[in-house]
């Protein structure tokens, strides 16, 4: 693995954590508060990104359909759909990114 492989997963771990510590705060408190919504979908972006760049150098070791649908890019999702993200599909790219 290559230093910068090493440096883009430990941002995506990292980010991938920030996205955990914002879902803890609720349902309620991303229904009720502008900025959480926003910041959420930062984190999309963020891991869309850093997932396209794991994919590019080492396509075979991040084949799993996960990935590919972490790097797609979307235009803004309603909030369900990044509530869903955020709760179900990032939690599952964080397994994934552990076993990989």
Not at 42 to 66: F, H, M, Q, T
Not at 77 to 93: C, F, K, Q, R, S
């Amino acid at each position: 693995m290559t230093d910068r492989t090493e440096r883009w997963r430990a941002d995506l771990t990292a980010t991938l954590t920030d996205a955990a510590t914002l879902v803890s705060r609720g349902r309620a408190a991303f229904d009720s508060d502008l900025a959480l919504p926003l910041a959420c979908e930062a984190i999309c972006n963020r891991v869309g990104d850093l997932a396209k760049k794991l994919i590019s150098v080492d396509p075979a070791r991040y084949a799993e359909p996960i990935w590919t649908l972490a790097a797609r890019n979307y235009p803004r999702p309603d909030v369900e759909l990044l509530w869903n993200t955020m709760t179900a599909d990032l939690p599952a790219l964080a397994a994934a990114l552990k076993s990989a």
